[in-house]
Nanobody, 124 residues
Framework: QVHLVESGGGLVQPGGSLRLSCTAS????????MGWFRQAPGKEREFVSA????????YYSDSVKGRFTISKDNARNTMNLQMISLKPDDTGVYYC?????????????????WGQGTQVIVSA
């Protein structure tokens, strides 16, 4: 069982930046892919970004490509999401996901472990 804890959310103005972190409880973190999803009020959970176990490949949704950067530090069991040029549409609860079960990294059903989420609000 891998326990995931997100941190770094908050309130930021449009155009601002935030850095989210996800810390895992187990050393198996280094052997698993990780991802970020977000969920806005009244909407379904949507894919944001994913990274392979060894950081060899990264994936982004079209809506965040060029603005968000995902990274993975296996020595610290931590994954980060650097977000810049934030927009009000980026508002939502951001969830960390771990261990990909299928190749469909952009589907929430493909991930085994989930954190509790951290709130991001982009508003003036």
């Amino acid at each position: 069982q891998v326990h995931l804890v997100e941190s770094g959310g908050g309130l930021v103005q449009p155009g601002g930046s935030l850095r989210l972190s996800c810390t895992a409880s187990e050393r198996t973190f280094s052997n698993i892919a990780m991802g970020w999803f977000r969920q806005a009020p009244g909407k379904e959970r949507e894919f944001v970004s994913a990274i392979t176990f060894n950081s060899g490949s990264t994936y982004y949704s079209d809506s965040v490509k060029g603005r968000f950067t995902i990274s993975k530090d296996n020595a610290r069991n931590t994954m980060n999401l650097q977000m810049i040029s934030l927009k009000p549409d980026d508002t939502g609860v951001y969830y960390c996901a771990g261990q990909l079960l299928t190749r469909s990294y952009d589907s929430p059903d493909s991930w085994r472990y989930w954190g509790q989420g951290t709130q991001v609000i982009v508003s003036a």
